[in-house]
């Protein structure tokens, strides 16, 4: 399984971005996508995750109401779009995938906010 990120970048706070992160490889079978980001000194933490179907959703509580994580099963793709961004949003933003052969994960795309 390859995961593969993109969209990352600069941007002001306020602004907005979008993540994308495409999967390939054996990648059939039921599954939950998330986005995971780490700032420097900090641990790994949950953004948003998302069901196989795509019916149920979470986020951690920092970007409730900002970020909205969504997926196109047809493309094998999963997104993430941040709007509002804040500086304390800056972190290696990671696409990961939880199926039953195991826990896969990104290379990670760098999202920086400046004040």
């Known amino acids: 399984v390859l995961l593969v990120e993109s969209g990352g970048g600069l941007v002001q706070a306020g602004g907005s971005l979008r993540l994308s992160c495409a999967a390939s490889?054996?990648?059939?079978?039921?599954?939950?996508m998330g986005w995971y980001r780490q700032a420097p000194g900090k641990q790994r933490e949950l953004v948003a995750a998302?069901?196989?179907?795509?019916?149920?959703?979470n986020y951690a509580d920092s970007v409730k109401g900002r970020f909205t994580i969504s997926r196109d099963n047809a493309k094998n793709t999963v997104y993430l779009q941040m709007n509002s961004l804040k500086p304390e949003d800056t972190a290696v933003y990671y696409c990961?995938?939880?199926?039953?052969?195991?826990?896969?994960w990104g290379q990670g795309t760098q999202v920086t906010v400046s004040s």
């Open positions: 990961n995938r939880k199926m039953g052969s195991g826990d896969y």
């Open positions: 490889g054996f990648i059939s079978g039921i599954n939950t």
């Open positions: 998302i069901t196989n179907d795509g019916t149920s959703t």
